[in-house]
């Protein structure tokens, strides 16, 4: 008796495990991988479409479609390290935006997917006011690296991206092209560190104002 109760516990389990496997592979076959990439092509689009000025960066979404194409659900999966990125990127894949449905023979009752978002730096226009307002910049700048307490070995030149709110604080600090010296890169975030107090942005220019400008380290003198 007990072997052929252990023979119908066998024959379940074999009969069990390709069901499983079955309903694995339907749901990886059955059309998702042309909707995800439809989905990719869509919110690419989006992105690419969407008027900002911002320094760019790049944000993981992860959000939920169900079968009628409804974004159920959405959150930052990992963040671009600046607020106003971010905030782009939900406003590519809010609750509720309706995207296409589901494949019919899909055998899943919502989809969840997680996706990168890059976001292209467009920033503003040149005009006389901006000029004017990047040379305070530099000015700043200059001082703070003639501050700088070290002796310099080896000199270089750096761009940095920032992001300045309206009245002067720095929100946002990368290296945009680095100096080929990690020493200089590092130097150069210490120039212009997030919670820097930068001049406050004339009115008549954007904010917040998302700049890339360049950094020159020089040799230290010899002694």
Known sequence: MRRAIGGMVLLLLCLGAP?????????????????????????????RNLRH?????????????????IVTQ?????????????????RIV??????????AEAPIPSLAVT????????EAPMTESLRAYHRELLLLFARRIQGLPHRML?????????????????????????SGSQTIDELGL?????????PPIPPELPAPMHVTLPLQFGLAPNT
């Open 19 to 47: 069901a499983a496997a079955q309903a694995t592979d339907a749901t990886d076959a059955a059309g998702m991988p042309a909707y995800r990439q439809q989905l990719t092509r869509l919110l690419t689009a989006k992105v």
């Open 154 to 178: 080896i000199g270089g030149r750096l761009a940095v991206r920032f992001t300045v709110e309206r009245e002067g604080s720095v929100t946002y600090s990368a290296i945009a092209r680095s």
């Open 190 to 198: 210490r120039i212009v560190p997030i919670g820097l107090k930068a």
């Open 115 to 122: 996706l990168p978002l890059h976001f292209d730096g467009r």
């Open 74 to 90: 959405s959150e930052i999966a990992t963040s671009s390290g600046a607020q106003a990125i971010d905030r782009l990127a939900s």
């Open 94 to 103: 809010p609750v509720g935006l309706k995207l296409p449905p589901l494949p």
């Open 53 to 69: 000025r911002t320094a760019g960066g790049t944000v993981l979404v992860r959000f939920v479609v169900g079968r009628n194409g």
